[in-house]
């Protein structure tokens, strides 16, 4: 079992910056893949990022990559997303998951958090 607690959200004006933060408590850590996904109200869950086991690897979908930055400390157990440049559209409640590999698909994630709101507004 891994447990994953999301932090980092909040209200922000468009243009401003948030780094998001997952703690992870369990198993090793250091064994999984890590990502993140969003979801807005009435939207289906959006891929945004993920990293490999050991952060070798990382891999963003084209509607946020240049803006998002996907991290991690295995030492501490924690990943983190960093997104500049946040609109209005980024509005979402974001959450990380677990998985054996890296992967877009949220079917791949054995484990998830329970997220973080970001809110951004224009």
């Known amino acids: 079992q891994v447990q994953l607690v999301e932090s980092g959200g909040g209200l922000v004006q468009a243009g401003g910056s948030l780094r998001l933060s997952c703690a992870a408590s369990?198993?090793?850590?250091?064994?999984?893949?890590m990502g993140w996904f969003r979801q807005a109200p009435g939207k289906e869950r959006e891929f945004v990022a993920t990293?490999?086991?050991?952060?070798?690897?990382?891999y963003y979908p084209a509607s946020t990559k240049g803006r998002f930055t996907i991290s991690r400390d295995n030492a501490n157990s924690t990943v983190y997303l960093q997104i500049d440049g946040l609109n209005p559209e980024d509005t979402a409640r974001y959450y990380c998951?677990?998985?054996?590999?890296?992967?877009?698909?949220?079917?791949?994630?054995?484990?998830w958090g329970q997220g973080t709101q970001v809110t951004v507004s224009s």
């Open positions: 369990g198993r090793a850590f250091s064994r999984y893949a």
């Open positions: 998951a677990a998985a054996d590999i890296m992967s877009q698909d949220g079917s791949e994630y054995e484990y």
């Open positions: 990293i490999s086991a050991y952060g070798g690897h990382t």
